[in-house]
Structures are given as C-alpha cells and as structure tokens.
C-alpha cells in the first residue's frame, strides 16, 4: 500500500507578475499605506506655509498701502535672487507680495517632497531587495515606477489643493489662487519625472536623491541668474522648470501657458525613465558605481576614519550650499540698510532691535544655525539607513563596539557642523564687509555664528538620544526641534508667541549677538544638555536591539 503524497488540489496557474502593471493597484495602496504619515506632513506643510504668510503679511504692513515700503526689499536685483522676478510689485497688494515674495518656496517645498518620494519607492526598495521579492512573484516589471507616480501626482494633487483652498480663503482673487495651486503640482511632478530618472542612473538611493537634488539647485540657479538680471526676469528665467512656475505671475498677469512647458517636461521625463528602465537588469543602474581601491586607506581601519568618510559627502552638499547662502545674505546686507528709513516697525521686530545692522547681523547668524541645525539631522538620520542595509551589522561585527561606532559619528558631524559654522560665519562677514566697507563686520559677524553653537549641538544630542534610545522616533523629534527653531527664531515677534513655546527653541536661550552681550551660562547650561542627551543615546544603543523598529 503506498501513500498519496501528490497534492489533492493544484495551485491555479495566473499570468500575474508577466504583465508589466501587474499588481498595480495593490502596489499603490500599499504606497500609500507606507506614507499615511508622511505624505499628509508634507501636504499639509505646504498649507501651514500658505496660512502664515497670507497671516503674517497683514501683521507686517497693516493695510496694503504700508506694503510700498517693503516692495524694495523685494525688487533688489539680491532680493530676486531669493524670491523671483517681483512682478506686479509696481502696484502691490496682499495677494501679489504672497505671489511675488513667497510662492516660489511653494515650488521648492513641492519638488523637494517629489524628490523624497520618487527615491524612496524606487532606487531605495530596489536597494534593500524588498522590491526584487516582489517583483520575483507578483509584480510586472514597470508596476513599481507606475505606482510611485500615480502616488506622487497624488500627493501634487493635494498639495495643489490645499494651496488653491488656502489662498481663496485669505480671501485672494480665485484666477490667480488656482493658478499658483496648480503652478505647485506641476512643478511637483516635473521633478517626479526628472527623479525617476536619476532612480535608473543611480545604483544607490542617496546618490539618486542627490543627483535630483543637483538639478534641483540648477534650476534655482538659473532662475535666481536671470531674474537678478532685470525686474521681471530674462531669457535666462526661462530655461528653469522653477521660472516657468514663477512666470504664471499670479494675480497679476494670469498666465497659464508657461505651465504647458512643465506638463511638457514632466511627460518627456517620465517617458524618458521608462525608457531607460527597459535597457537595464533589475537592481542595476545604468551608470555602474565605480570599483573601489585595492587597497583601503589605513584611516578607514578605525571607525572615526569610516565615519568621516560615510558623512563627507553630506558634509560637502550641505556645507557649501550653506556657505552659499550665508554669503549671499551678507552682500544683501547694504540693500537692507538702504531700505531701512522706508521699513516698518513689524519687519524691524523681526530683527528684534532698532539698530537695524546689529539686528541683521544677528539674524543671518540665527537663520544659518537653523540650516546647520538641518544639517545634523539629516547626518544622524543616515545611521538608520546604515543600520537598515546591515553595513551596520557588518561593522559591529568587527572588534568596534557600539559605542566607538556611534561615538565616532557623533563626533564628526559635530565637528563638521563647527566648521560649517565658522566658514559660514568668516565668509558671510566678509561678504557683509566687502559691500558696506566696515571691516569690523567680519569679526561681529563670525562671533554672531559661533554665538549659537550650543543650539546646534542640543539638536544634535537630542537627535542622538533619539537614535539611541527612541529610534522610530528619531526623525520626527529632530525634524520637529529644527521646525521649532525655525519658529520661534523668525516668527515669534510676528505671531507673538507665549513664553512657553518660546522656551522650546535652544536657540532662544541664547543672546542674539551682537544685539545683546554674550552670557556664559546659557551657553555652559545648553552644552550640558548636549552632552547629556548624547550620552542617553550612547548607552541606549548599547542595550537596544540592531534594527530596533
């Protein structure tokens, strides 16, 4: 007597997998289930920016006719450089200084969060081989890219919305509220298209997210040289996606064809990433990563060595871009002098005193710590990804303890930081020399820099508790102490914060120099902070588990 051992009922035979959108529609909600959080956070971003400008710019020129005072700030050939080809502002209202002055940062916020979410889908679920399981089983080769942007035009498509509904409820005309609503999401998914291709160029995520990252800043370059050049912008505005968006000139002239090129582009983009997407295996990229050394460099036996060499390349992007900006700030700095007999009293509380040059040299030193406060979250958060594809375990495996790993990248990115802070604060300085001819600038200048370490440093001890301690919770509470930062630094005199919320922010602890006298305490006291909550997070990696969700 023998056994049955064939099984009773065969497993259907299905064509899913073989058709190139097979499992779409579970894939996009699945997409979507992974950013329930995230993706409303940016979307609603978005709309917290819309809400305090259209609140704010009331509070800065209390009836429209006070806003000619503050037109000049923005017509500045500098000014355009930030902003865009201040159109309309000959006759300003509310609607135009939002369009003129701010609507550009829209464009920005929308590439930016395009950017995150096209690499995150794709390159970075390929590199994990997440996405190869699938793709082994129940999904068509061009299922996962089709899925990221039909979730990204999604995400565009809210944040066009709530920008549309926002402005319309400040009361703006509707023409011009639809069109910087839509000028938003079309600017979102041309860089949706350009991402998906820099996610078939790349073999790893970070260099696809910063290769898009580069063309981002391309673009605003371009724009920035040709709207710097005359009142309106020039040639040069148009060959950037971001002066297409700008040149709609809402509320002023309405235009909607410009956008016909960012539909354009976005269509060639994503047309182009298929393309390419067909010519290459799956987990491959087009450009292979070059071969390594033969040899390794002696500095990366030792983990501070490794650690310097794993953050270099985010030190380079954000240090330079920094710099950049800092220098920039400080050649505005005679373009604000010039303006200050017209400016009024609630744009000089922003500065937080009547001396308007000690004001605004403080605040280009606030407003850089914030940046560089940006930069240490974004170098901390990098870990997790070393944990997640397992270099982590590998490291660890080796005779360097957790906290020689973990220590050894704290240290280099709070040294990196220190020396984004001084380069910053040396080159802003002598920027700010250079145009107004007092030299003693440099040194008020880079004091004013240094003046906020201590800040920098509580965000970086806080990130590091997090990671060691909270790590699912490491992102949201570093972003969220930089966004706080960020709030009470350029908005507390505005909205009028209460003390409360105020004392959140290590930066408000700190004397504005050189508006006020530097105090040692409030600095030894947030250094403190700094060390302790570091170290919280050096003992709560030695406990937890690797890859701790």
């Not at 965000?459 to 102490?481: D, E, H, K, Q, S």
């Amino acid at each position: 007597m023998t056994t049955r051992t064939q099984p009773r009922h065969r497993a259907p035979t299905t064509e899913v997998g073989t058709a190139p959108l097979a499992g779409l529609g579970t894939m996009i909600r699945f997409m979507l289930r992974r950013d329930r959080i995230r993706l409303p956070v940016w979307i609603l971003g978005h709309g917290l920016f819309v809400i305090y400008i259209t609140a704010a710019l009331p509070q800065l020129a209390p009836s429209e006719r006070d806003l000619a005072g503050l037109t000049s700030l923005l017509t500045q050939p500098v000014a355009r450089m930030f902003t865009g080809p201040a159109l309309g502002l000959d006759d300003p209202t509310y609607e135009r200084f939002f369009a003129a002055g701010y609507a550009p940062y829209l464009f920005i916020i929308a590439a930016l969060m395009n950017i995150f979410l096209v690499t995150r889908h794709t390159r970075a679920e390929e590199q994990s081989g997440r996405a190869e399981l699938l793709r082994a089983s129940v999904l068509g080769r061009h299922t996962m890219l089709t899925a990221t942007l039909v979730v990204a035009g999604l995400a565009n498509l809210g944040a066009a919305a709530i920008v549309t509904v926002l402005t319309l409820g400040a009361g703006y005309p509707a023409a011009g509220s639809v069109l910087v609503g839509v000028a938003t999401g079309a600017t979102g998914m041309v860089f949706a298209g350009i991402t998906a291709i820099t996610a078939q160029v790349n073999e790893f995520s970070r260099a696809a997210s910063g290769m898009a990252g580069a063309i981002l800043g391309a673009a605003f370059v371009l724009r920035a040289l040709g709207d710097m050049a005359e009142p309106g912008g020039s040639a040069l505005s148009w060959a950037s996606p971001l002066g297409w968006a700008a040149q709609t000139a809402p509320y002023v002239h309405d235009r909607w064809w410009p956008l016909a090129l960012s539909a354009g582009l976005a269509a060639v983009t994503i047309a182009i990433a298929y393309f390419l997407q067909d010519r290459r295996d799956f987990g491959a990229s087009l450009v292979p990563p070059r071969p390594g050394n033969t040899r390794a460099h002696p500095m990366l036996g030792h983990p501070l060595g490794l650690a310097a060499r794993l953050q270099r390349g985010g030190f380079l992007g954000w240090g330079f871009g920094i710099l950049a900006l800092g220098v920039i700030d400080g050649l505005f700095t005679q373009a604000m002098l010039d303006a200050a007999d017209a400016m009024p009293p609630e744009m000089r509380a922003v500065f937080g005193t009547e001396q308007l040059l000690d004001g605004y040299v403080g605040f280009l030193a606030s407003f850089i710590a914030i940046l560089v406060a940006a930069y240490v979250v974004y170098a901390i958060q990098t870990l997790r990804t070393e944990e997640g594809s397992g270099r982590a375990d590998t490291v660890l495996a080796t005779p360097v303890s957790r906290a020689g790993w973990l220590g050894s990248h704290l240290t280099v990115v709070a040294a990196g930081a220190m020396l984004i802070l001084l380069i910053t604060g040396l080159g802003t300085g002598i920027s700010a020399a250079a145009v107004t001819g007092e030299a003693f600038l440099i040194g008020d200048v880079l004091w004013a820099h240094l003046a906020t370490a201590p800040a920098i440093l509580v965000v970086l001890g806080l990130t590091v508790g997090c990671f060691g301690l909270l790590p699912r919770f490491m992102t949201l509470v570093g972003w969220l102490a930089v966004a706080i930062i960020a709030i009470v630094d350029l908005f507390a005199e505005l909205l009028d914060l209460p003390d409360g919320f105020r004392a959140l922010s290590p930066l408000w602890h700190l004397p504005r120099v050189p508006v006020e006298d530097f105090e040692p305490t409030p600095f030894v006291v947030l250094l403190g902070i700094a060390v302790v909550t570091a170290v919280l997070g050096l003992i709560g990696f030695r406990r937890r588990e690797i890859n701790d969700k």
